[in-house]
């Protein structure tokens, strides 16, 4: 059985890094929108059309379900696409609710794309579970841009950083929430920032949701990689195979990952 899974661009990777270690023997298919990341700046409608055209792939080349790696299109489009497709459809939410029963204790900021932090997902997440008002969101666009240009731990994405969250008093947070899966390749950066926050992400519960949804498969696993509707070239999959190894990095920092 193939398992799609799709982002608007390599972010969606840290989930299919996650995925290859729970669901070894599965067949994959991972789907980066180049041609239209970032998400987190276009206008809802734009991405459900996005989204749309990206599932029609996946059930054309095999998938029996499909993971949208990413909390923008999730929040822009994921109830539209569930209503339209019979094949299971797994979302992503940004890690709010565990943060607040993990570490409630002190505030938490929640991080993730100007879609996401608008959008009326995550307004009402936040009005469900946050009832002590320790929740602060920031939007953090020039992440994505940074990740697609493997730009990771400069000093130019420290300064971005140091700079957007200049207006929190960081110290008072106890925990960061990843609300877009861009953010994990930036976790060494962030703990400069706050080195004694708790990372959290929503890839092992997506995971874990998702294997709900299957019938396990004995085979070997494989992955296929796209680009927009093409297979990519050798160039670009060495640049995912880097990808994947810094990603591997990120994930010793914080147990939250495991
Ligand atoms: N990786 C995406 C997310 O999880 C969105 C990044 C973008 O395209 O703006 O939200």
Excluded: W
């Excluded at 059309?49 to 029996?64: L, N, P, R, S, T």
């Excluded at 497709?85 to 505030?107: F, H, N, R, T, W």
């Excluded at 929503?202 to 299957?214: A, D, E, F, Q, S």
């Amino acid at each position: 059985m193939k398992i799609g899974i799709f982002d608007s661009g390599i972010g969606g990777l840290s989930v299919l890094h996650v995925a290859k270690r729970l669901l070894p023997h599965e067949q994959f298919i991972y789907y980066a929108d180049e041609k239209h990341v970032p998400y987190g700046e276009k206008s809802k409608e734009e991405i459900v059309g996005y989204v749309d055209e990206i599932i029609q792939f996946m059930i054309q080349h095999g998938a029996k379900a499909v993971v949208i790696a990413c909390n923008t299109a999730t929040s822009a489009a994921v109830a539209i696409m569930r209503k339209k497709y019979s094949l299971p459809i797994i979302g992503m939410e940004p890690a709010v609710k565990k943060a607040i029963d993990l570490y409630g204790d002190k505030k938490i900021l929640v991080c993730a794309t100007p879609i996401t932090v608008k959008g009326e997902k995550m307004m009402n997440l936040v009005e469900r579970v946050d009832k002590h008002h320790l929740v602060d969101l920031v939007a953090l666009p020039g992440l994505v841009h940074f990740a697609e240009n493997q730009e990771f731990d400069t000093q130019n994405v420290l300064d971005y950083l140091k700079d957007t969250l200049s207006y929190f008093q960081l110290e008072d947070y106890g925990s960061l929430v990843l609300g877009c899966t861009h953010f994990n390749y930036f976790k060494d950066s962030f703990q400069k920032l706050m080195p004694h926050v708790h990372f959290l992400d929503g890839n092992v519960g997506t995971i874990n949701y998702l294997m709900k949804n299957i019938e396990p498969e004995k085979q070997d696993g494989t992955i296929e990689y796209y680009y927009s509707g093409r297979a990519v070239n050798d160039e670009e999959l060495q640049k995912i195979q880097k990808y994947l190894l810094r990603l591997e990095e990120m994930e010793k920092i914080g147990e939250e990952q495991k």
